[in-house]
């Protein structure tokens, strides 16, 4: 049975025990700090300052205003040291200490104190990078090294940038550079959302390249989906419509496809079409769901990069259509049709599968500089309606915004 242990009070409440703790972490090598105690020169007060100095920073603590310890008033603290050998654990008063850095102090050993700069002008970011240095978890302090590297990558990148900007002026002039840039907005008309357009290009296929609507490496990804679209048959046609698996344009160029000078560029260019009226009716879109559509990867990859926008919610990244991302499909999708329809298309029948308002499409058509017209049509059940019809004509039609008037107010 273990004997039981007594306690003496050997304390003096003049001379107390020192507990400190330091407010921004552990100290590794507490041998290596250097303690300082300074007491009111009135005997009858108990004010005190403690200071600790190690290798990097300096700290402070007092028994007194609002930065001490809060309990120092209400409680009395003790320290024990337990003798083993007589079993007695001789009991001394204690104070606590809350020691917090001077950040006006920081300088390091290599520094000479002249080259140091005035510690006051620091900034609160220096400020709190220097405690991460000093007392960050190990994540802190590659995200603090991540984020300087960053910041010299870039200030070497402008540095970069602002003398090869020089350079191609002292090569070209100024004069010169003026003119390119003037004569690069005459041969291409460029927007957010609208397709590379080539305003003064000789034929209309050249107005909307086909190969700037779909690179050629997307072009060859096609060549098993739009299997199906080439080598379609009429029962299977007749199957489509009754599903409705398509839009009502995609399904009328289908039934011509039998007509087309090169049936595998259309079959192709009518499937790609289809992706991207499928891809305007989605708000959120994932990459399962384009699996789905049975897309090519690289096609897939190239819709969330050019037709979608990232946004952070429900704690994870989504990417969505905006509605500036979904007028960049239509837009895409019409020059496309340009190709596929012999540069006129049925813009009401496009409209409709795009599940856009008239004059949005409308809109949009006119910002292409193509020519509107109005076409009576016979739908199936042998009623007439007008179609809006788009097609491209040289030069192309530069369309001016009407000014609004404003209606008085009558009194």
Known sequence: MAGKATWEYRGDPERPALLVQFSNGIIQTPENVDFKLYKNKDSTSSKRILTAQTERLSYVGKNFSP???????LCRYFVGVLNKETGKMEVYDAEQFSMKPILENIRTEDTPAEETTDQSSRTYREKVDALIEAFGTNRQKRALSS???NRVGNEMISKEMAKAAVEIIESKGTTE????????????????????CYSQADKPENVYRFNNLICPEEYESMESVAAAFK?????????????????????????????????DRQARALWYLDMLVKLSQLKIVKRKDLSALECPNIISCNFLNNFTVSIFKNERVQNTISA??????????????????NFQVDLTLLQRDLKLTENRMLEIARAMGLTINKRMMFSGLSMEEGHKMATVELPLVVYRPMERKRKRKTM
């Open 147 to 149: 984020r300087k590297l």
């Open 231 to 263: 080598n379609i048959t009429p029962e299977e046609l007749q199957e489509r419509i009754q599903k409705k698996q398509h839009g009502t344009y995609v399904l009328r160029e289908l039934g011509e496809l039998k007509h087309a000078k090169d049936i």
């Open 177 to 196: 550079l003026v003119q390119d840039v003037v004569d690069r907005k005459e041969d291409e008309t460029y927007s957010l959302f609208l397709p590379q």
């Open 324 to 341: 500036t991302m979904k007028c960049k499909i239509v837009s895409h999708a019409l020059a496309l049709a340009l190709h596929i329809s």
């Open 67 to 73: 930065e001490a310890v809060k309990s120092n008033s």
